[in-house]
């Protein structure tokens, strides 16, 4: 089994098989492949409730299998967003916490779970990704995608990195993780950050993502028309116009 990412900045991850080797996503995330490959549907065999959890979190009830079968085949993975893909070796004792739409595909030792990392359901629903993350067990070799520029951090033993809840990536699980409130009534009412900050204390290694689908959904409604525009050429312009003129 061989891997190769390709591309610049919609980076694809390129999925070489041998007969009877197979890859485990949790999305929807095929972008191509060779006629080889095939398809089944899984639920990972670690019983309903795991499952479930995986639908709660956004990941989807099933897991979809990719198996080369009677010959080698290929099959490609694009990125969601412009931004990295890499790699992360998962064994007992060194899993990994992925924000929710972060983990691209893994081998089949691999089990993605969901994590409930904040104990606070206030804390978690409306600090934005800190309340479900994508938990990474098992023993293999783990792909994730991280949106904008990426940016490492290994963490000594109790320090401590505040960071936007969005731009949270993945992060070894020695990492302690919390989602607190940003200080002071004027900061969160005025300072256009939102109310919540996630606090990452070491020891372990964080990976953060410069750009959140989040954060580029609220850029782009800036630059859309209003409703009242029916016309699709016009709302075109508009949202053209808009962001030349921004």
């Not at 992925?98 to 893994?106: E, M, N, T």
């Not at 809840?165 to 607190?180: D, K, L, M, T, W």
């Amino acid at each position: 089994m061989d891997f190769a990412v390709k591309g610049t900045v919609l980076p694809v991850l390129e999925a070489s098989l041998q007969p009877n080797e197979g890859l485990l996503t949790t999305h929807g995330d095929l972008g191509w492949m060779s006629p080889t490959i095939q398809l089944s549907q899984t639920t990972g065999g670690k019983g309903f409730f795991k499952s479930a959890k995986r639908m709660v979190g956004g990941a989807g009830l099933w897991l979809t299998r990719y198996t080369a079968e009677g010959a080698p085949g290929t099959v490609v993975f694009p990125a969601k967003l412009p931004g990295n893909i890499f790699s992360v070796e998962v064994s007992p004792g060194r899993s990994y916490y992925v924000h929710r739409s972060g983990f691209l595909c893994g081998t089949e030792g691999i089990e993605p779970s969901v994590s409930m990392q904040q104990k606070k359901l206030t804390g978690g629903f409306f600090g934005g990704m800190g309340f479900f993350l994508q938990h990474l067990t098992g023993e293999g070799l783990a792909w994730l995608e991280l949106s904008g520029e990426m940016f490492a951090y290994d963490l000594p033993a109790g320090q401590s990195l505040r960071v936007h809840p969005n731009h949270v990536g993945a992060f070894e699980e020695g990492v302690q993780f919390s989602i607190g409130t940003i200080p002071g009534i004027a900061n969160k009412m005025f300072g256009g950050n939102g109310f919540f900050v996630a606090t990452l204390t070491g020891p372990g290694k964080v990976w953060l993502q410069s750009m959140s689908i989040t954060q580029l959904a609220v850029e782009i409604a800036d630059h859309l028309p209003s409703n009242g525009n029916n016309s699709s050429s016009s709302n075109v312009g508009s949202l053209i116009g808009g962001m030349f003129n921004s």
